[in-house]
């Protein structure tokens, strides 16, 4: 049949070719862009999933960038810190120097105080001026705030780290559970044949923290001169002494001047004593490290005590918000994924379980480094760093008053000059040496957090990356090989529909031979 009011050949064609004309677009779409997924209709759900991917190779390309900066901020925080660790290392030695004053002048104790004095403010002007684009880092505009601190049973309080919750701030209660505790012997005054007295020669050798000595006693020697004499051996060997109660008769209280597992005392007997005269010399302990308390009468008769010639001391026990914390003498410290912090306690408050918990907040501060492709919590590290200026550093208690690195300069109380008019160049010492702890410690806190977050976050982001962007360019990018072929195929049927095409358009002019 012959019909011309519809040319289906020529339709088909047109309808083919109009295929093969887009399939040759798209074709070539691809292979010009590079990519497979060009707009929503390419692959619907590879679009969606590849975005999502894009989105998260941007997010993590950005965590390396952030570890590389926060890298960057420590090392510039690391230099003044060395500066500062080689300056008081040089205070350290001047203190040294100027203890050996039996072979030092006044003026030579003056000269090392004003380099001690220059010293001291070099490290205050450091504090102030080390700085990162703009941002101070160790003046402490990037340590934590607290409020609410009582003093009267925290001394000091430092902030690691915190994790704020809903921009709240952070409550910590502490609560002692066991007292800290002091190594302590203790001797029966009453003793025969005299009370009071020592039966017979007794050479004693008493020894603590800080190191040992001999002291020698004859027969009917009073105990408070035993007393006398350990009291002034005290610094050459850490071990202090009292009467009990005040009265020769009670006996002698030995301690250890300072708390803690790292504190004892030992009061051996050196000559050997005959059976008789044993029972004239023998010191006794509480157990589980106990400690008398001054106040409280005591009582020989206590089947507690024991006989020994050595005693150690006790770590406070306290928990930091339910969770049990790190003692160490009358510090503590708790380092968890929610708050680092250590605290140095009232030795009033250390010491005595059945106060009151004590609390303080934490109100803000800190410095966030964003780690993670995601922002929440999980990603984030908020880590503090304390002024290291002078008034900040070396915090350590010097005849019940807490002292800093800026009492070590003239006329603050601690100076070379006012040490040597005490014979006591302790406090000075303790102070330089909690200093260069202090700032050691820091060092080596940020140096733990570059090492073993930093570093290992980087290389963990960086294969992130790589996975991320394989898997992202096997769903959106092109194939190139199986491109061009499918361009050939589409230019192929391209040509032919279009020959096609006029051979349909032909066939309806083949009428015309049948009008002859």
Known sequence: ???????????????????????LSVRLERLSTGLRINRGKDDPAGLIISERLRSDIEGVGQGIKNAERASSVLATTEAPLTEINDLLNTINALVVEAANSGANSEEERRANQLQIDSAVESITRIANTASFGGMKLLDGSRDYTLSGMDTAAIGRAKVTSALFTDNQPIGVEVDVLASAQRGALYLNGDIAPVPGQIASTVTLEVRGPNGVTTLRFASG?????????????????????????????????????????????????LDVPTPSELGGWQTYSFPDDAEYAPQDPFDWNDPSLSRTSRDKGRDVVALVNGNLANGRGLEISVNSATLGVEILLDELFATDPTSDPSEFQITGGGSIFQLGPKINASQQINVGVPSVAASSLGGSFVNGKLAFLSSITTGSGNSIPESFQRNDFSAISEIVQKSIDEISILRGRLGAFERNTLETNKRSLQAAFENLSASSSQIRDADFAFETSALTRSQILSSSGTTILGLANQQSQQVLQLLG
């Open 1 to 23: 049949m012959a019909r011309i009011n519809s040319n289906i050949p020529s339709l088909i064609a047109q309808s083919r070719l109009e295929r093969n004309n887009a399939d």
């Open 221 to 269: 020697t009073s105990l408070q001169r035993i007393v006398d004499a350990v009291q002034n051996a005290s610094p050459i060997t850490g071990v202090r002494a009292e009467l009990i109660n005040g009265n020769v008769n009670s006996g002698i209280a030995f301690r250890s001047e300072g708390y803690g597992t790292n504190s004892f005392v030992s009061i051996q007997r």
